[in-house]
């Protein structure tokens, strides 16, 4: 059974395992992968381990808050990492205007670093992460949660607490400054292919 399955069928682990950790272990090992694949794209290998890690402690220590109604498990874990990701932001815009200037480094040292750089590579051309860079927070959520994350408008309005019409506003506005930016190139190809490739 996929627990991103449907609202019903991954609340399941939370709603019915509260204090099992064994059950909320089953939640992390479905979804711990795919987070810090999200978390690592936008913050870099480093800091993702802890911000991945305090997705999930805080998702433990507040699954009693959990609302199936409102979102999925996935969307839910997403709305967590995205919000953590927000506290980094400055380090962020960072890491994507420094892509934007010269690329990652592919010298860097140790074997996750270099395999976070490629991964890096691949999904961020230079003018791309200047781009993205350049984003007001809120729209650069909204489109790496759908490119990156691979999130639908629901999920994308469920894992920001925004309505599903903010969701489309903010990455269509976000698709317009990417364009530009990109002299005409369709930015949302852009990031899937880079994500694929």
């Given amino acids: 059974m996929s627990w991103a399955a449907t609202s019903a069928e991954d609340a399941g682990p939370i709603r019915y395992g509260l204090d099992d950790a064994e059950v909320f272990g089953t939640v992390f090992d479905a979804y711990f992968g795919e987070v810090h694949r999200y978390v690592a794209q936008r913050l870099g290998a480093d800091s993702a381990e802890d911000v991945v ?45 420094a892509l934007g200037r010269h690329g990652p480094d592919l010298d860097a040292p140790g074997h996750e670093d270099r395999v976070s750089a490629q991964v890096s590579a691949q999904s961020l051309r230079p003018s791309l992460a200047a781009a993205l860079a350049e984003l007001h927070q809120r729209d650069r959520d909204v489109v790496q949660l759908v490119a990156l994350a691979g999130l639908s408008h629901d999920e994308v309005a469920a894992a920001l607490g925004i309505p599903y019409g903010t969701v489309a506003s903010r990455l269509n506005r976000a698709r317009k400054k990417l364009r530009a930016a990109l002299g005409g190139a369709n930015p949302m190809l852009a990031l899937e292919e880079a994500d694929h490739g």
């Fill in 53 to 97: 890690a305090d997705t999930f402690l805080i998702a433990f220590r507040k699954r009693a808050q959990y609302d199936p109604a409102r979102a999925t498990v996935r969307s839910w874990l997403y709305g967590i990492a995205t919000k953590l990701v927000g506290k980094h932001r400055r380090q962020e815009a960072r890491t994507l205007r």
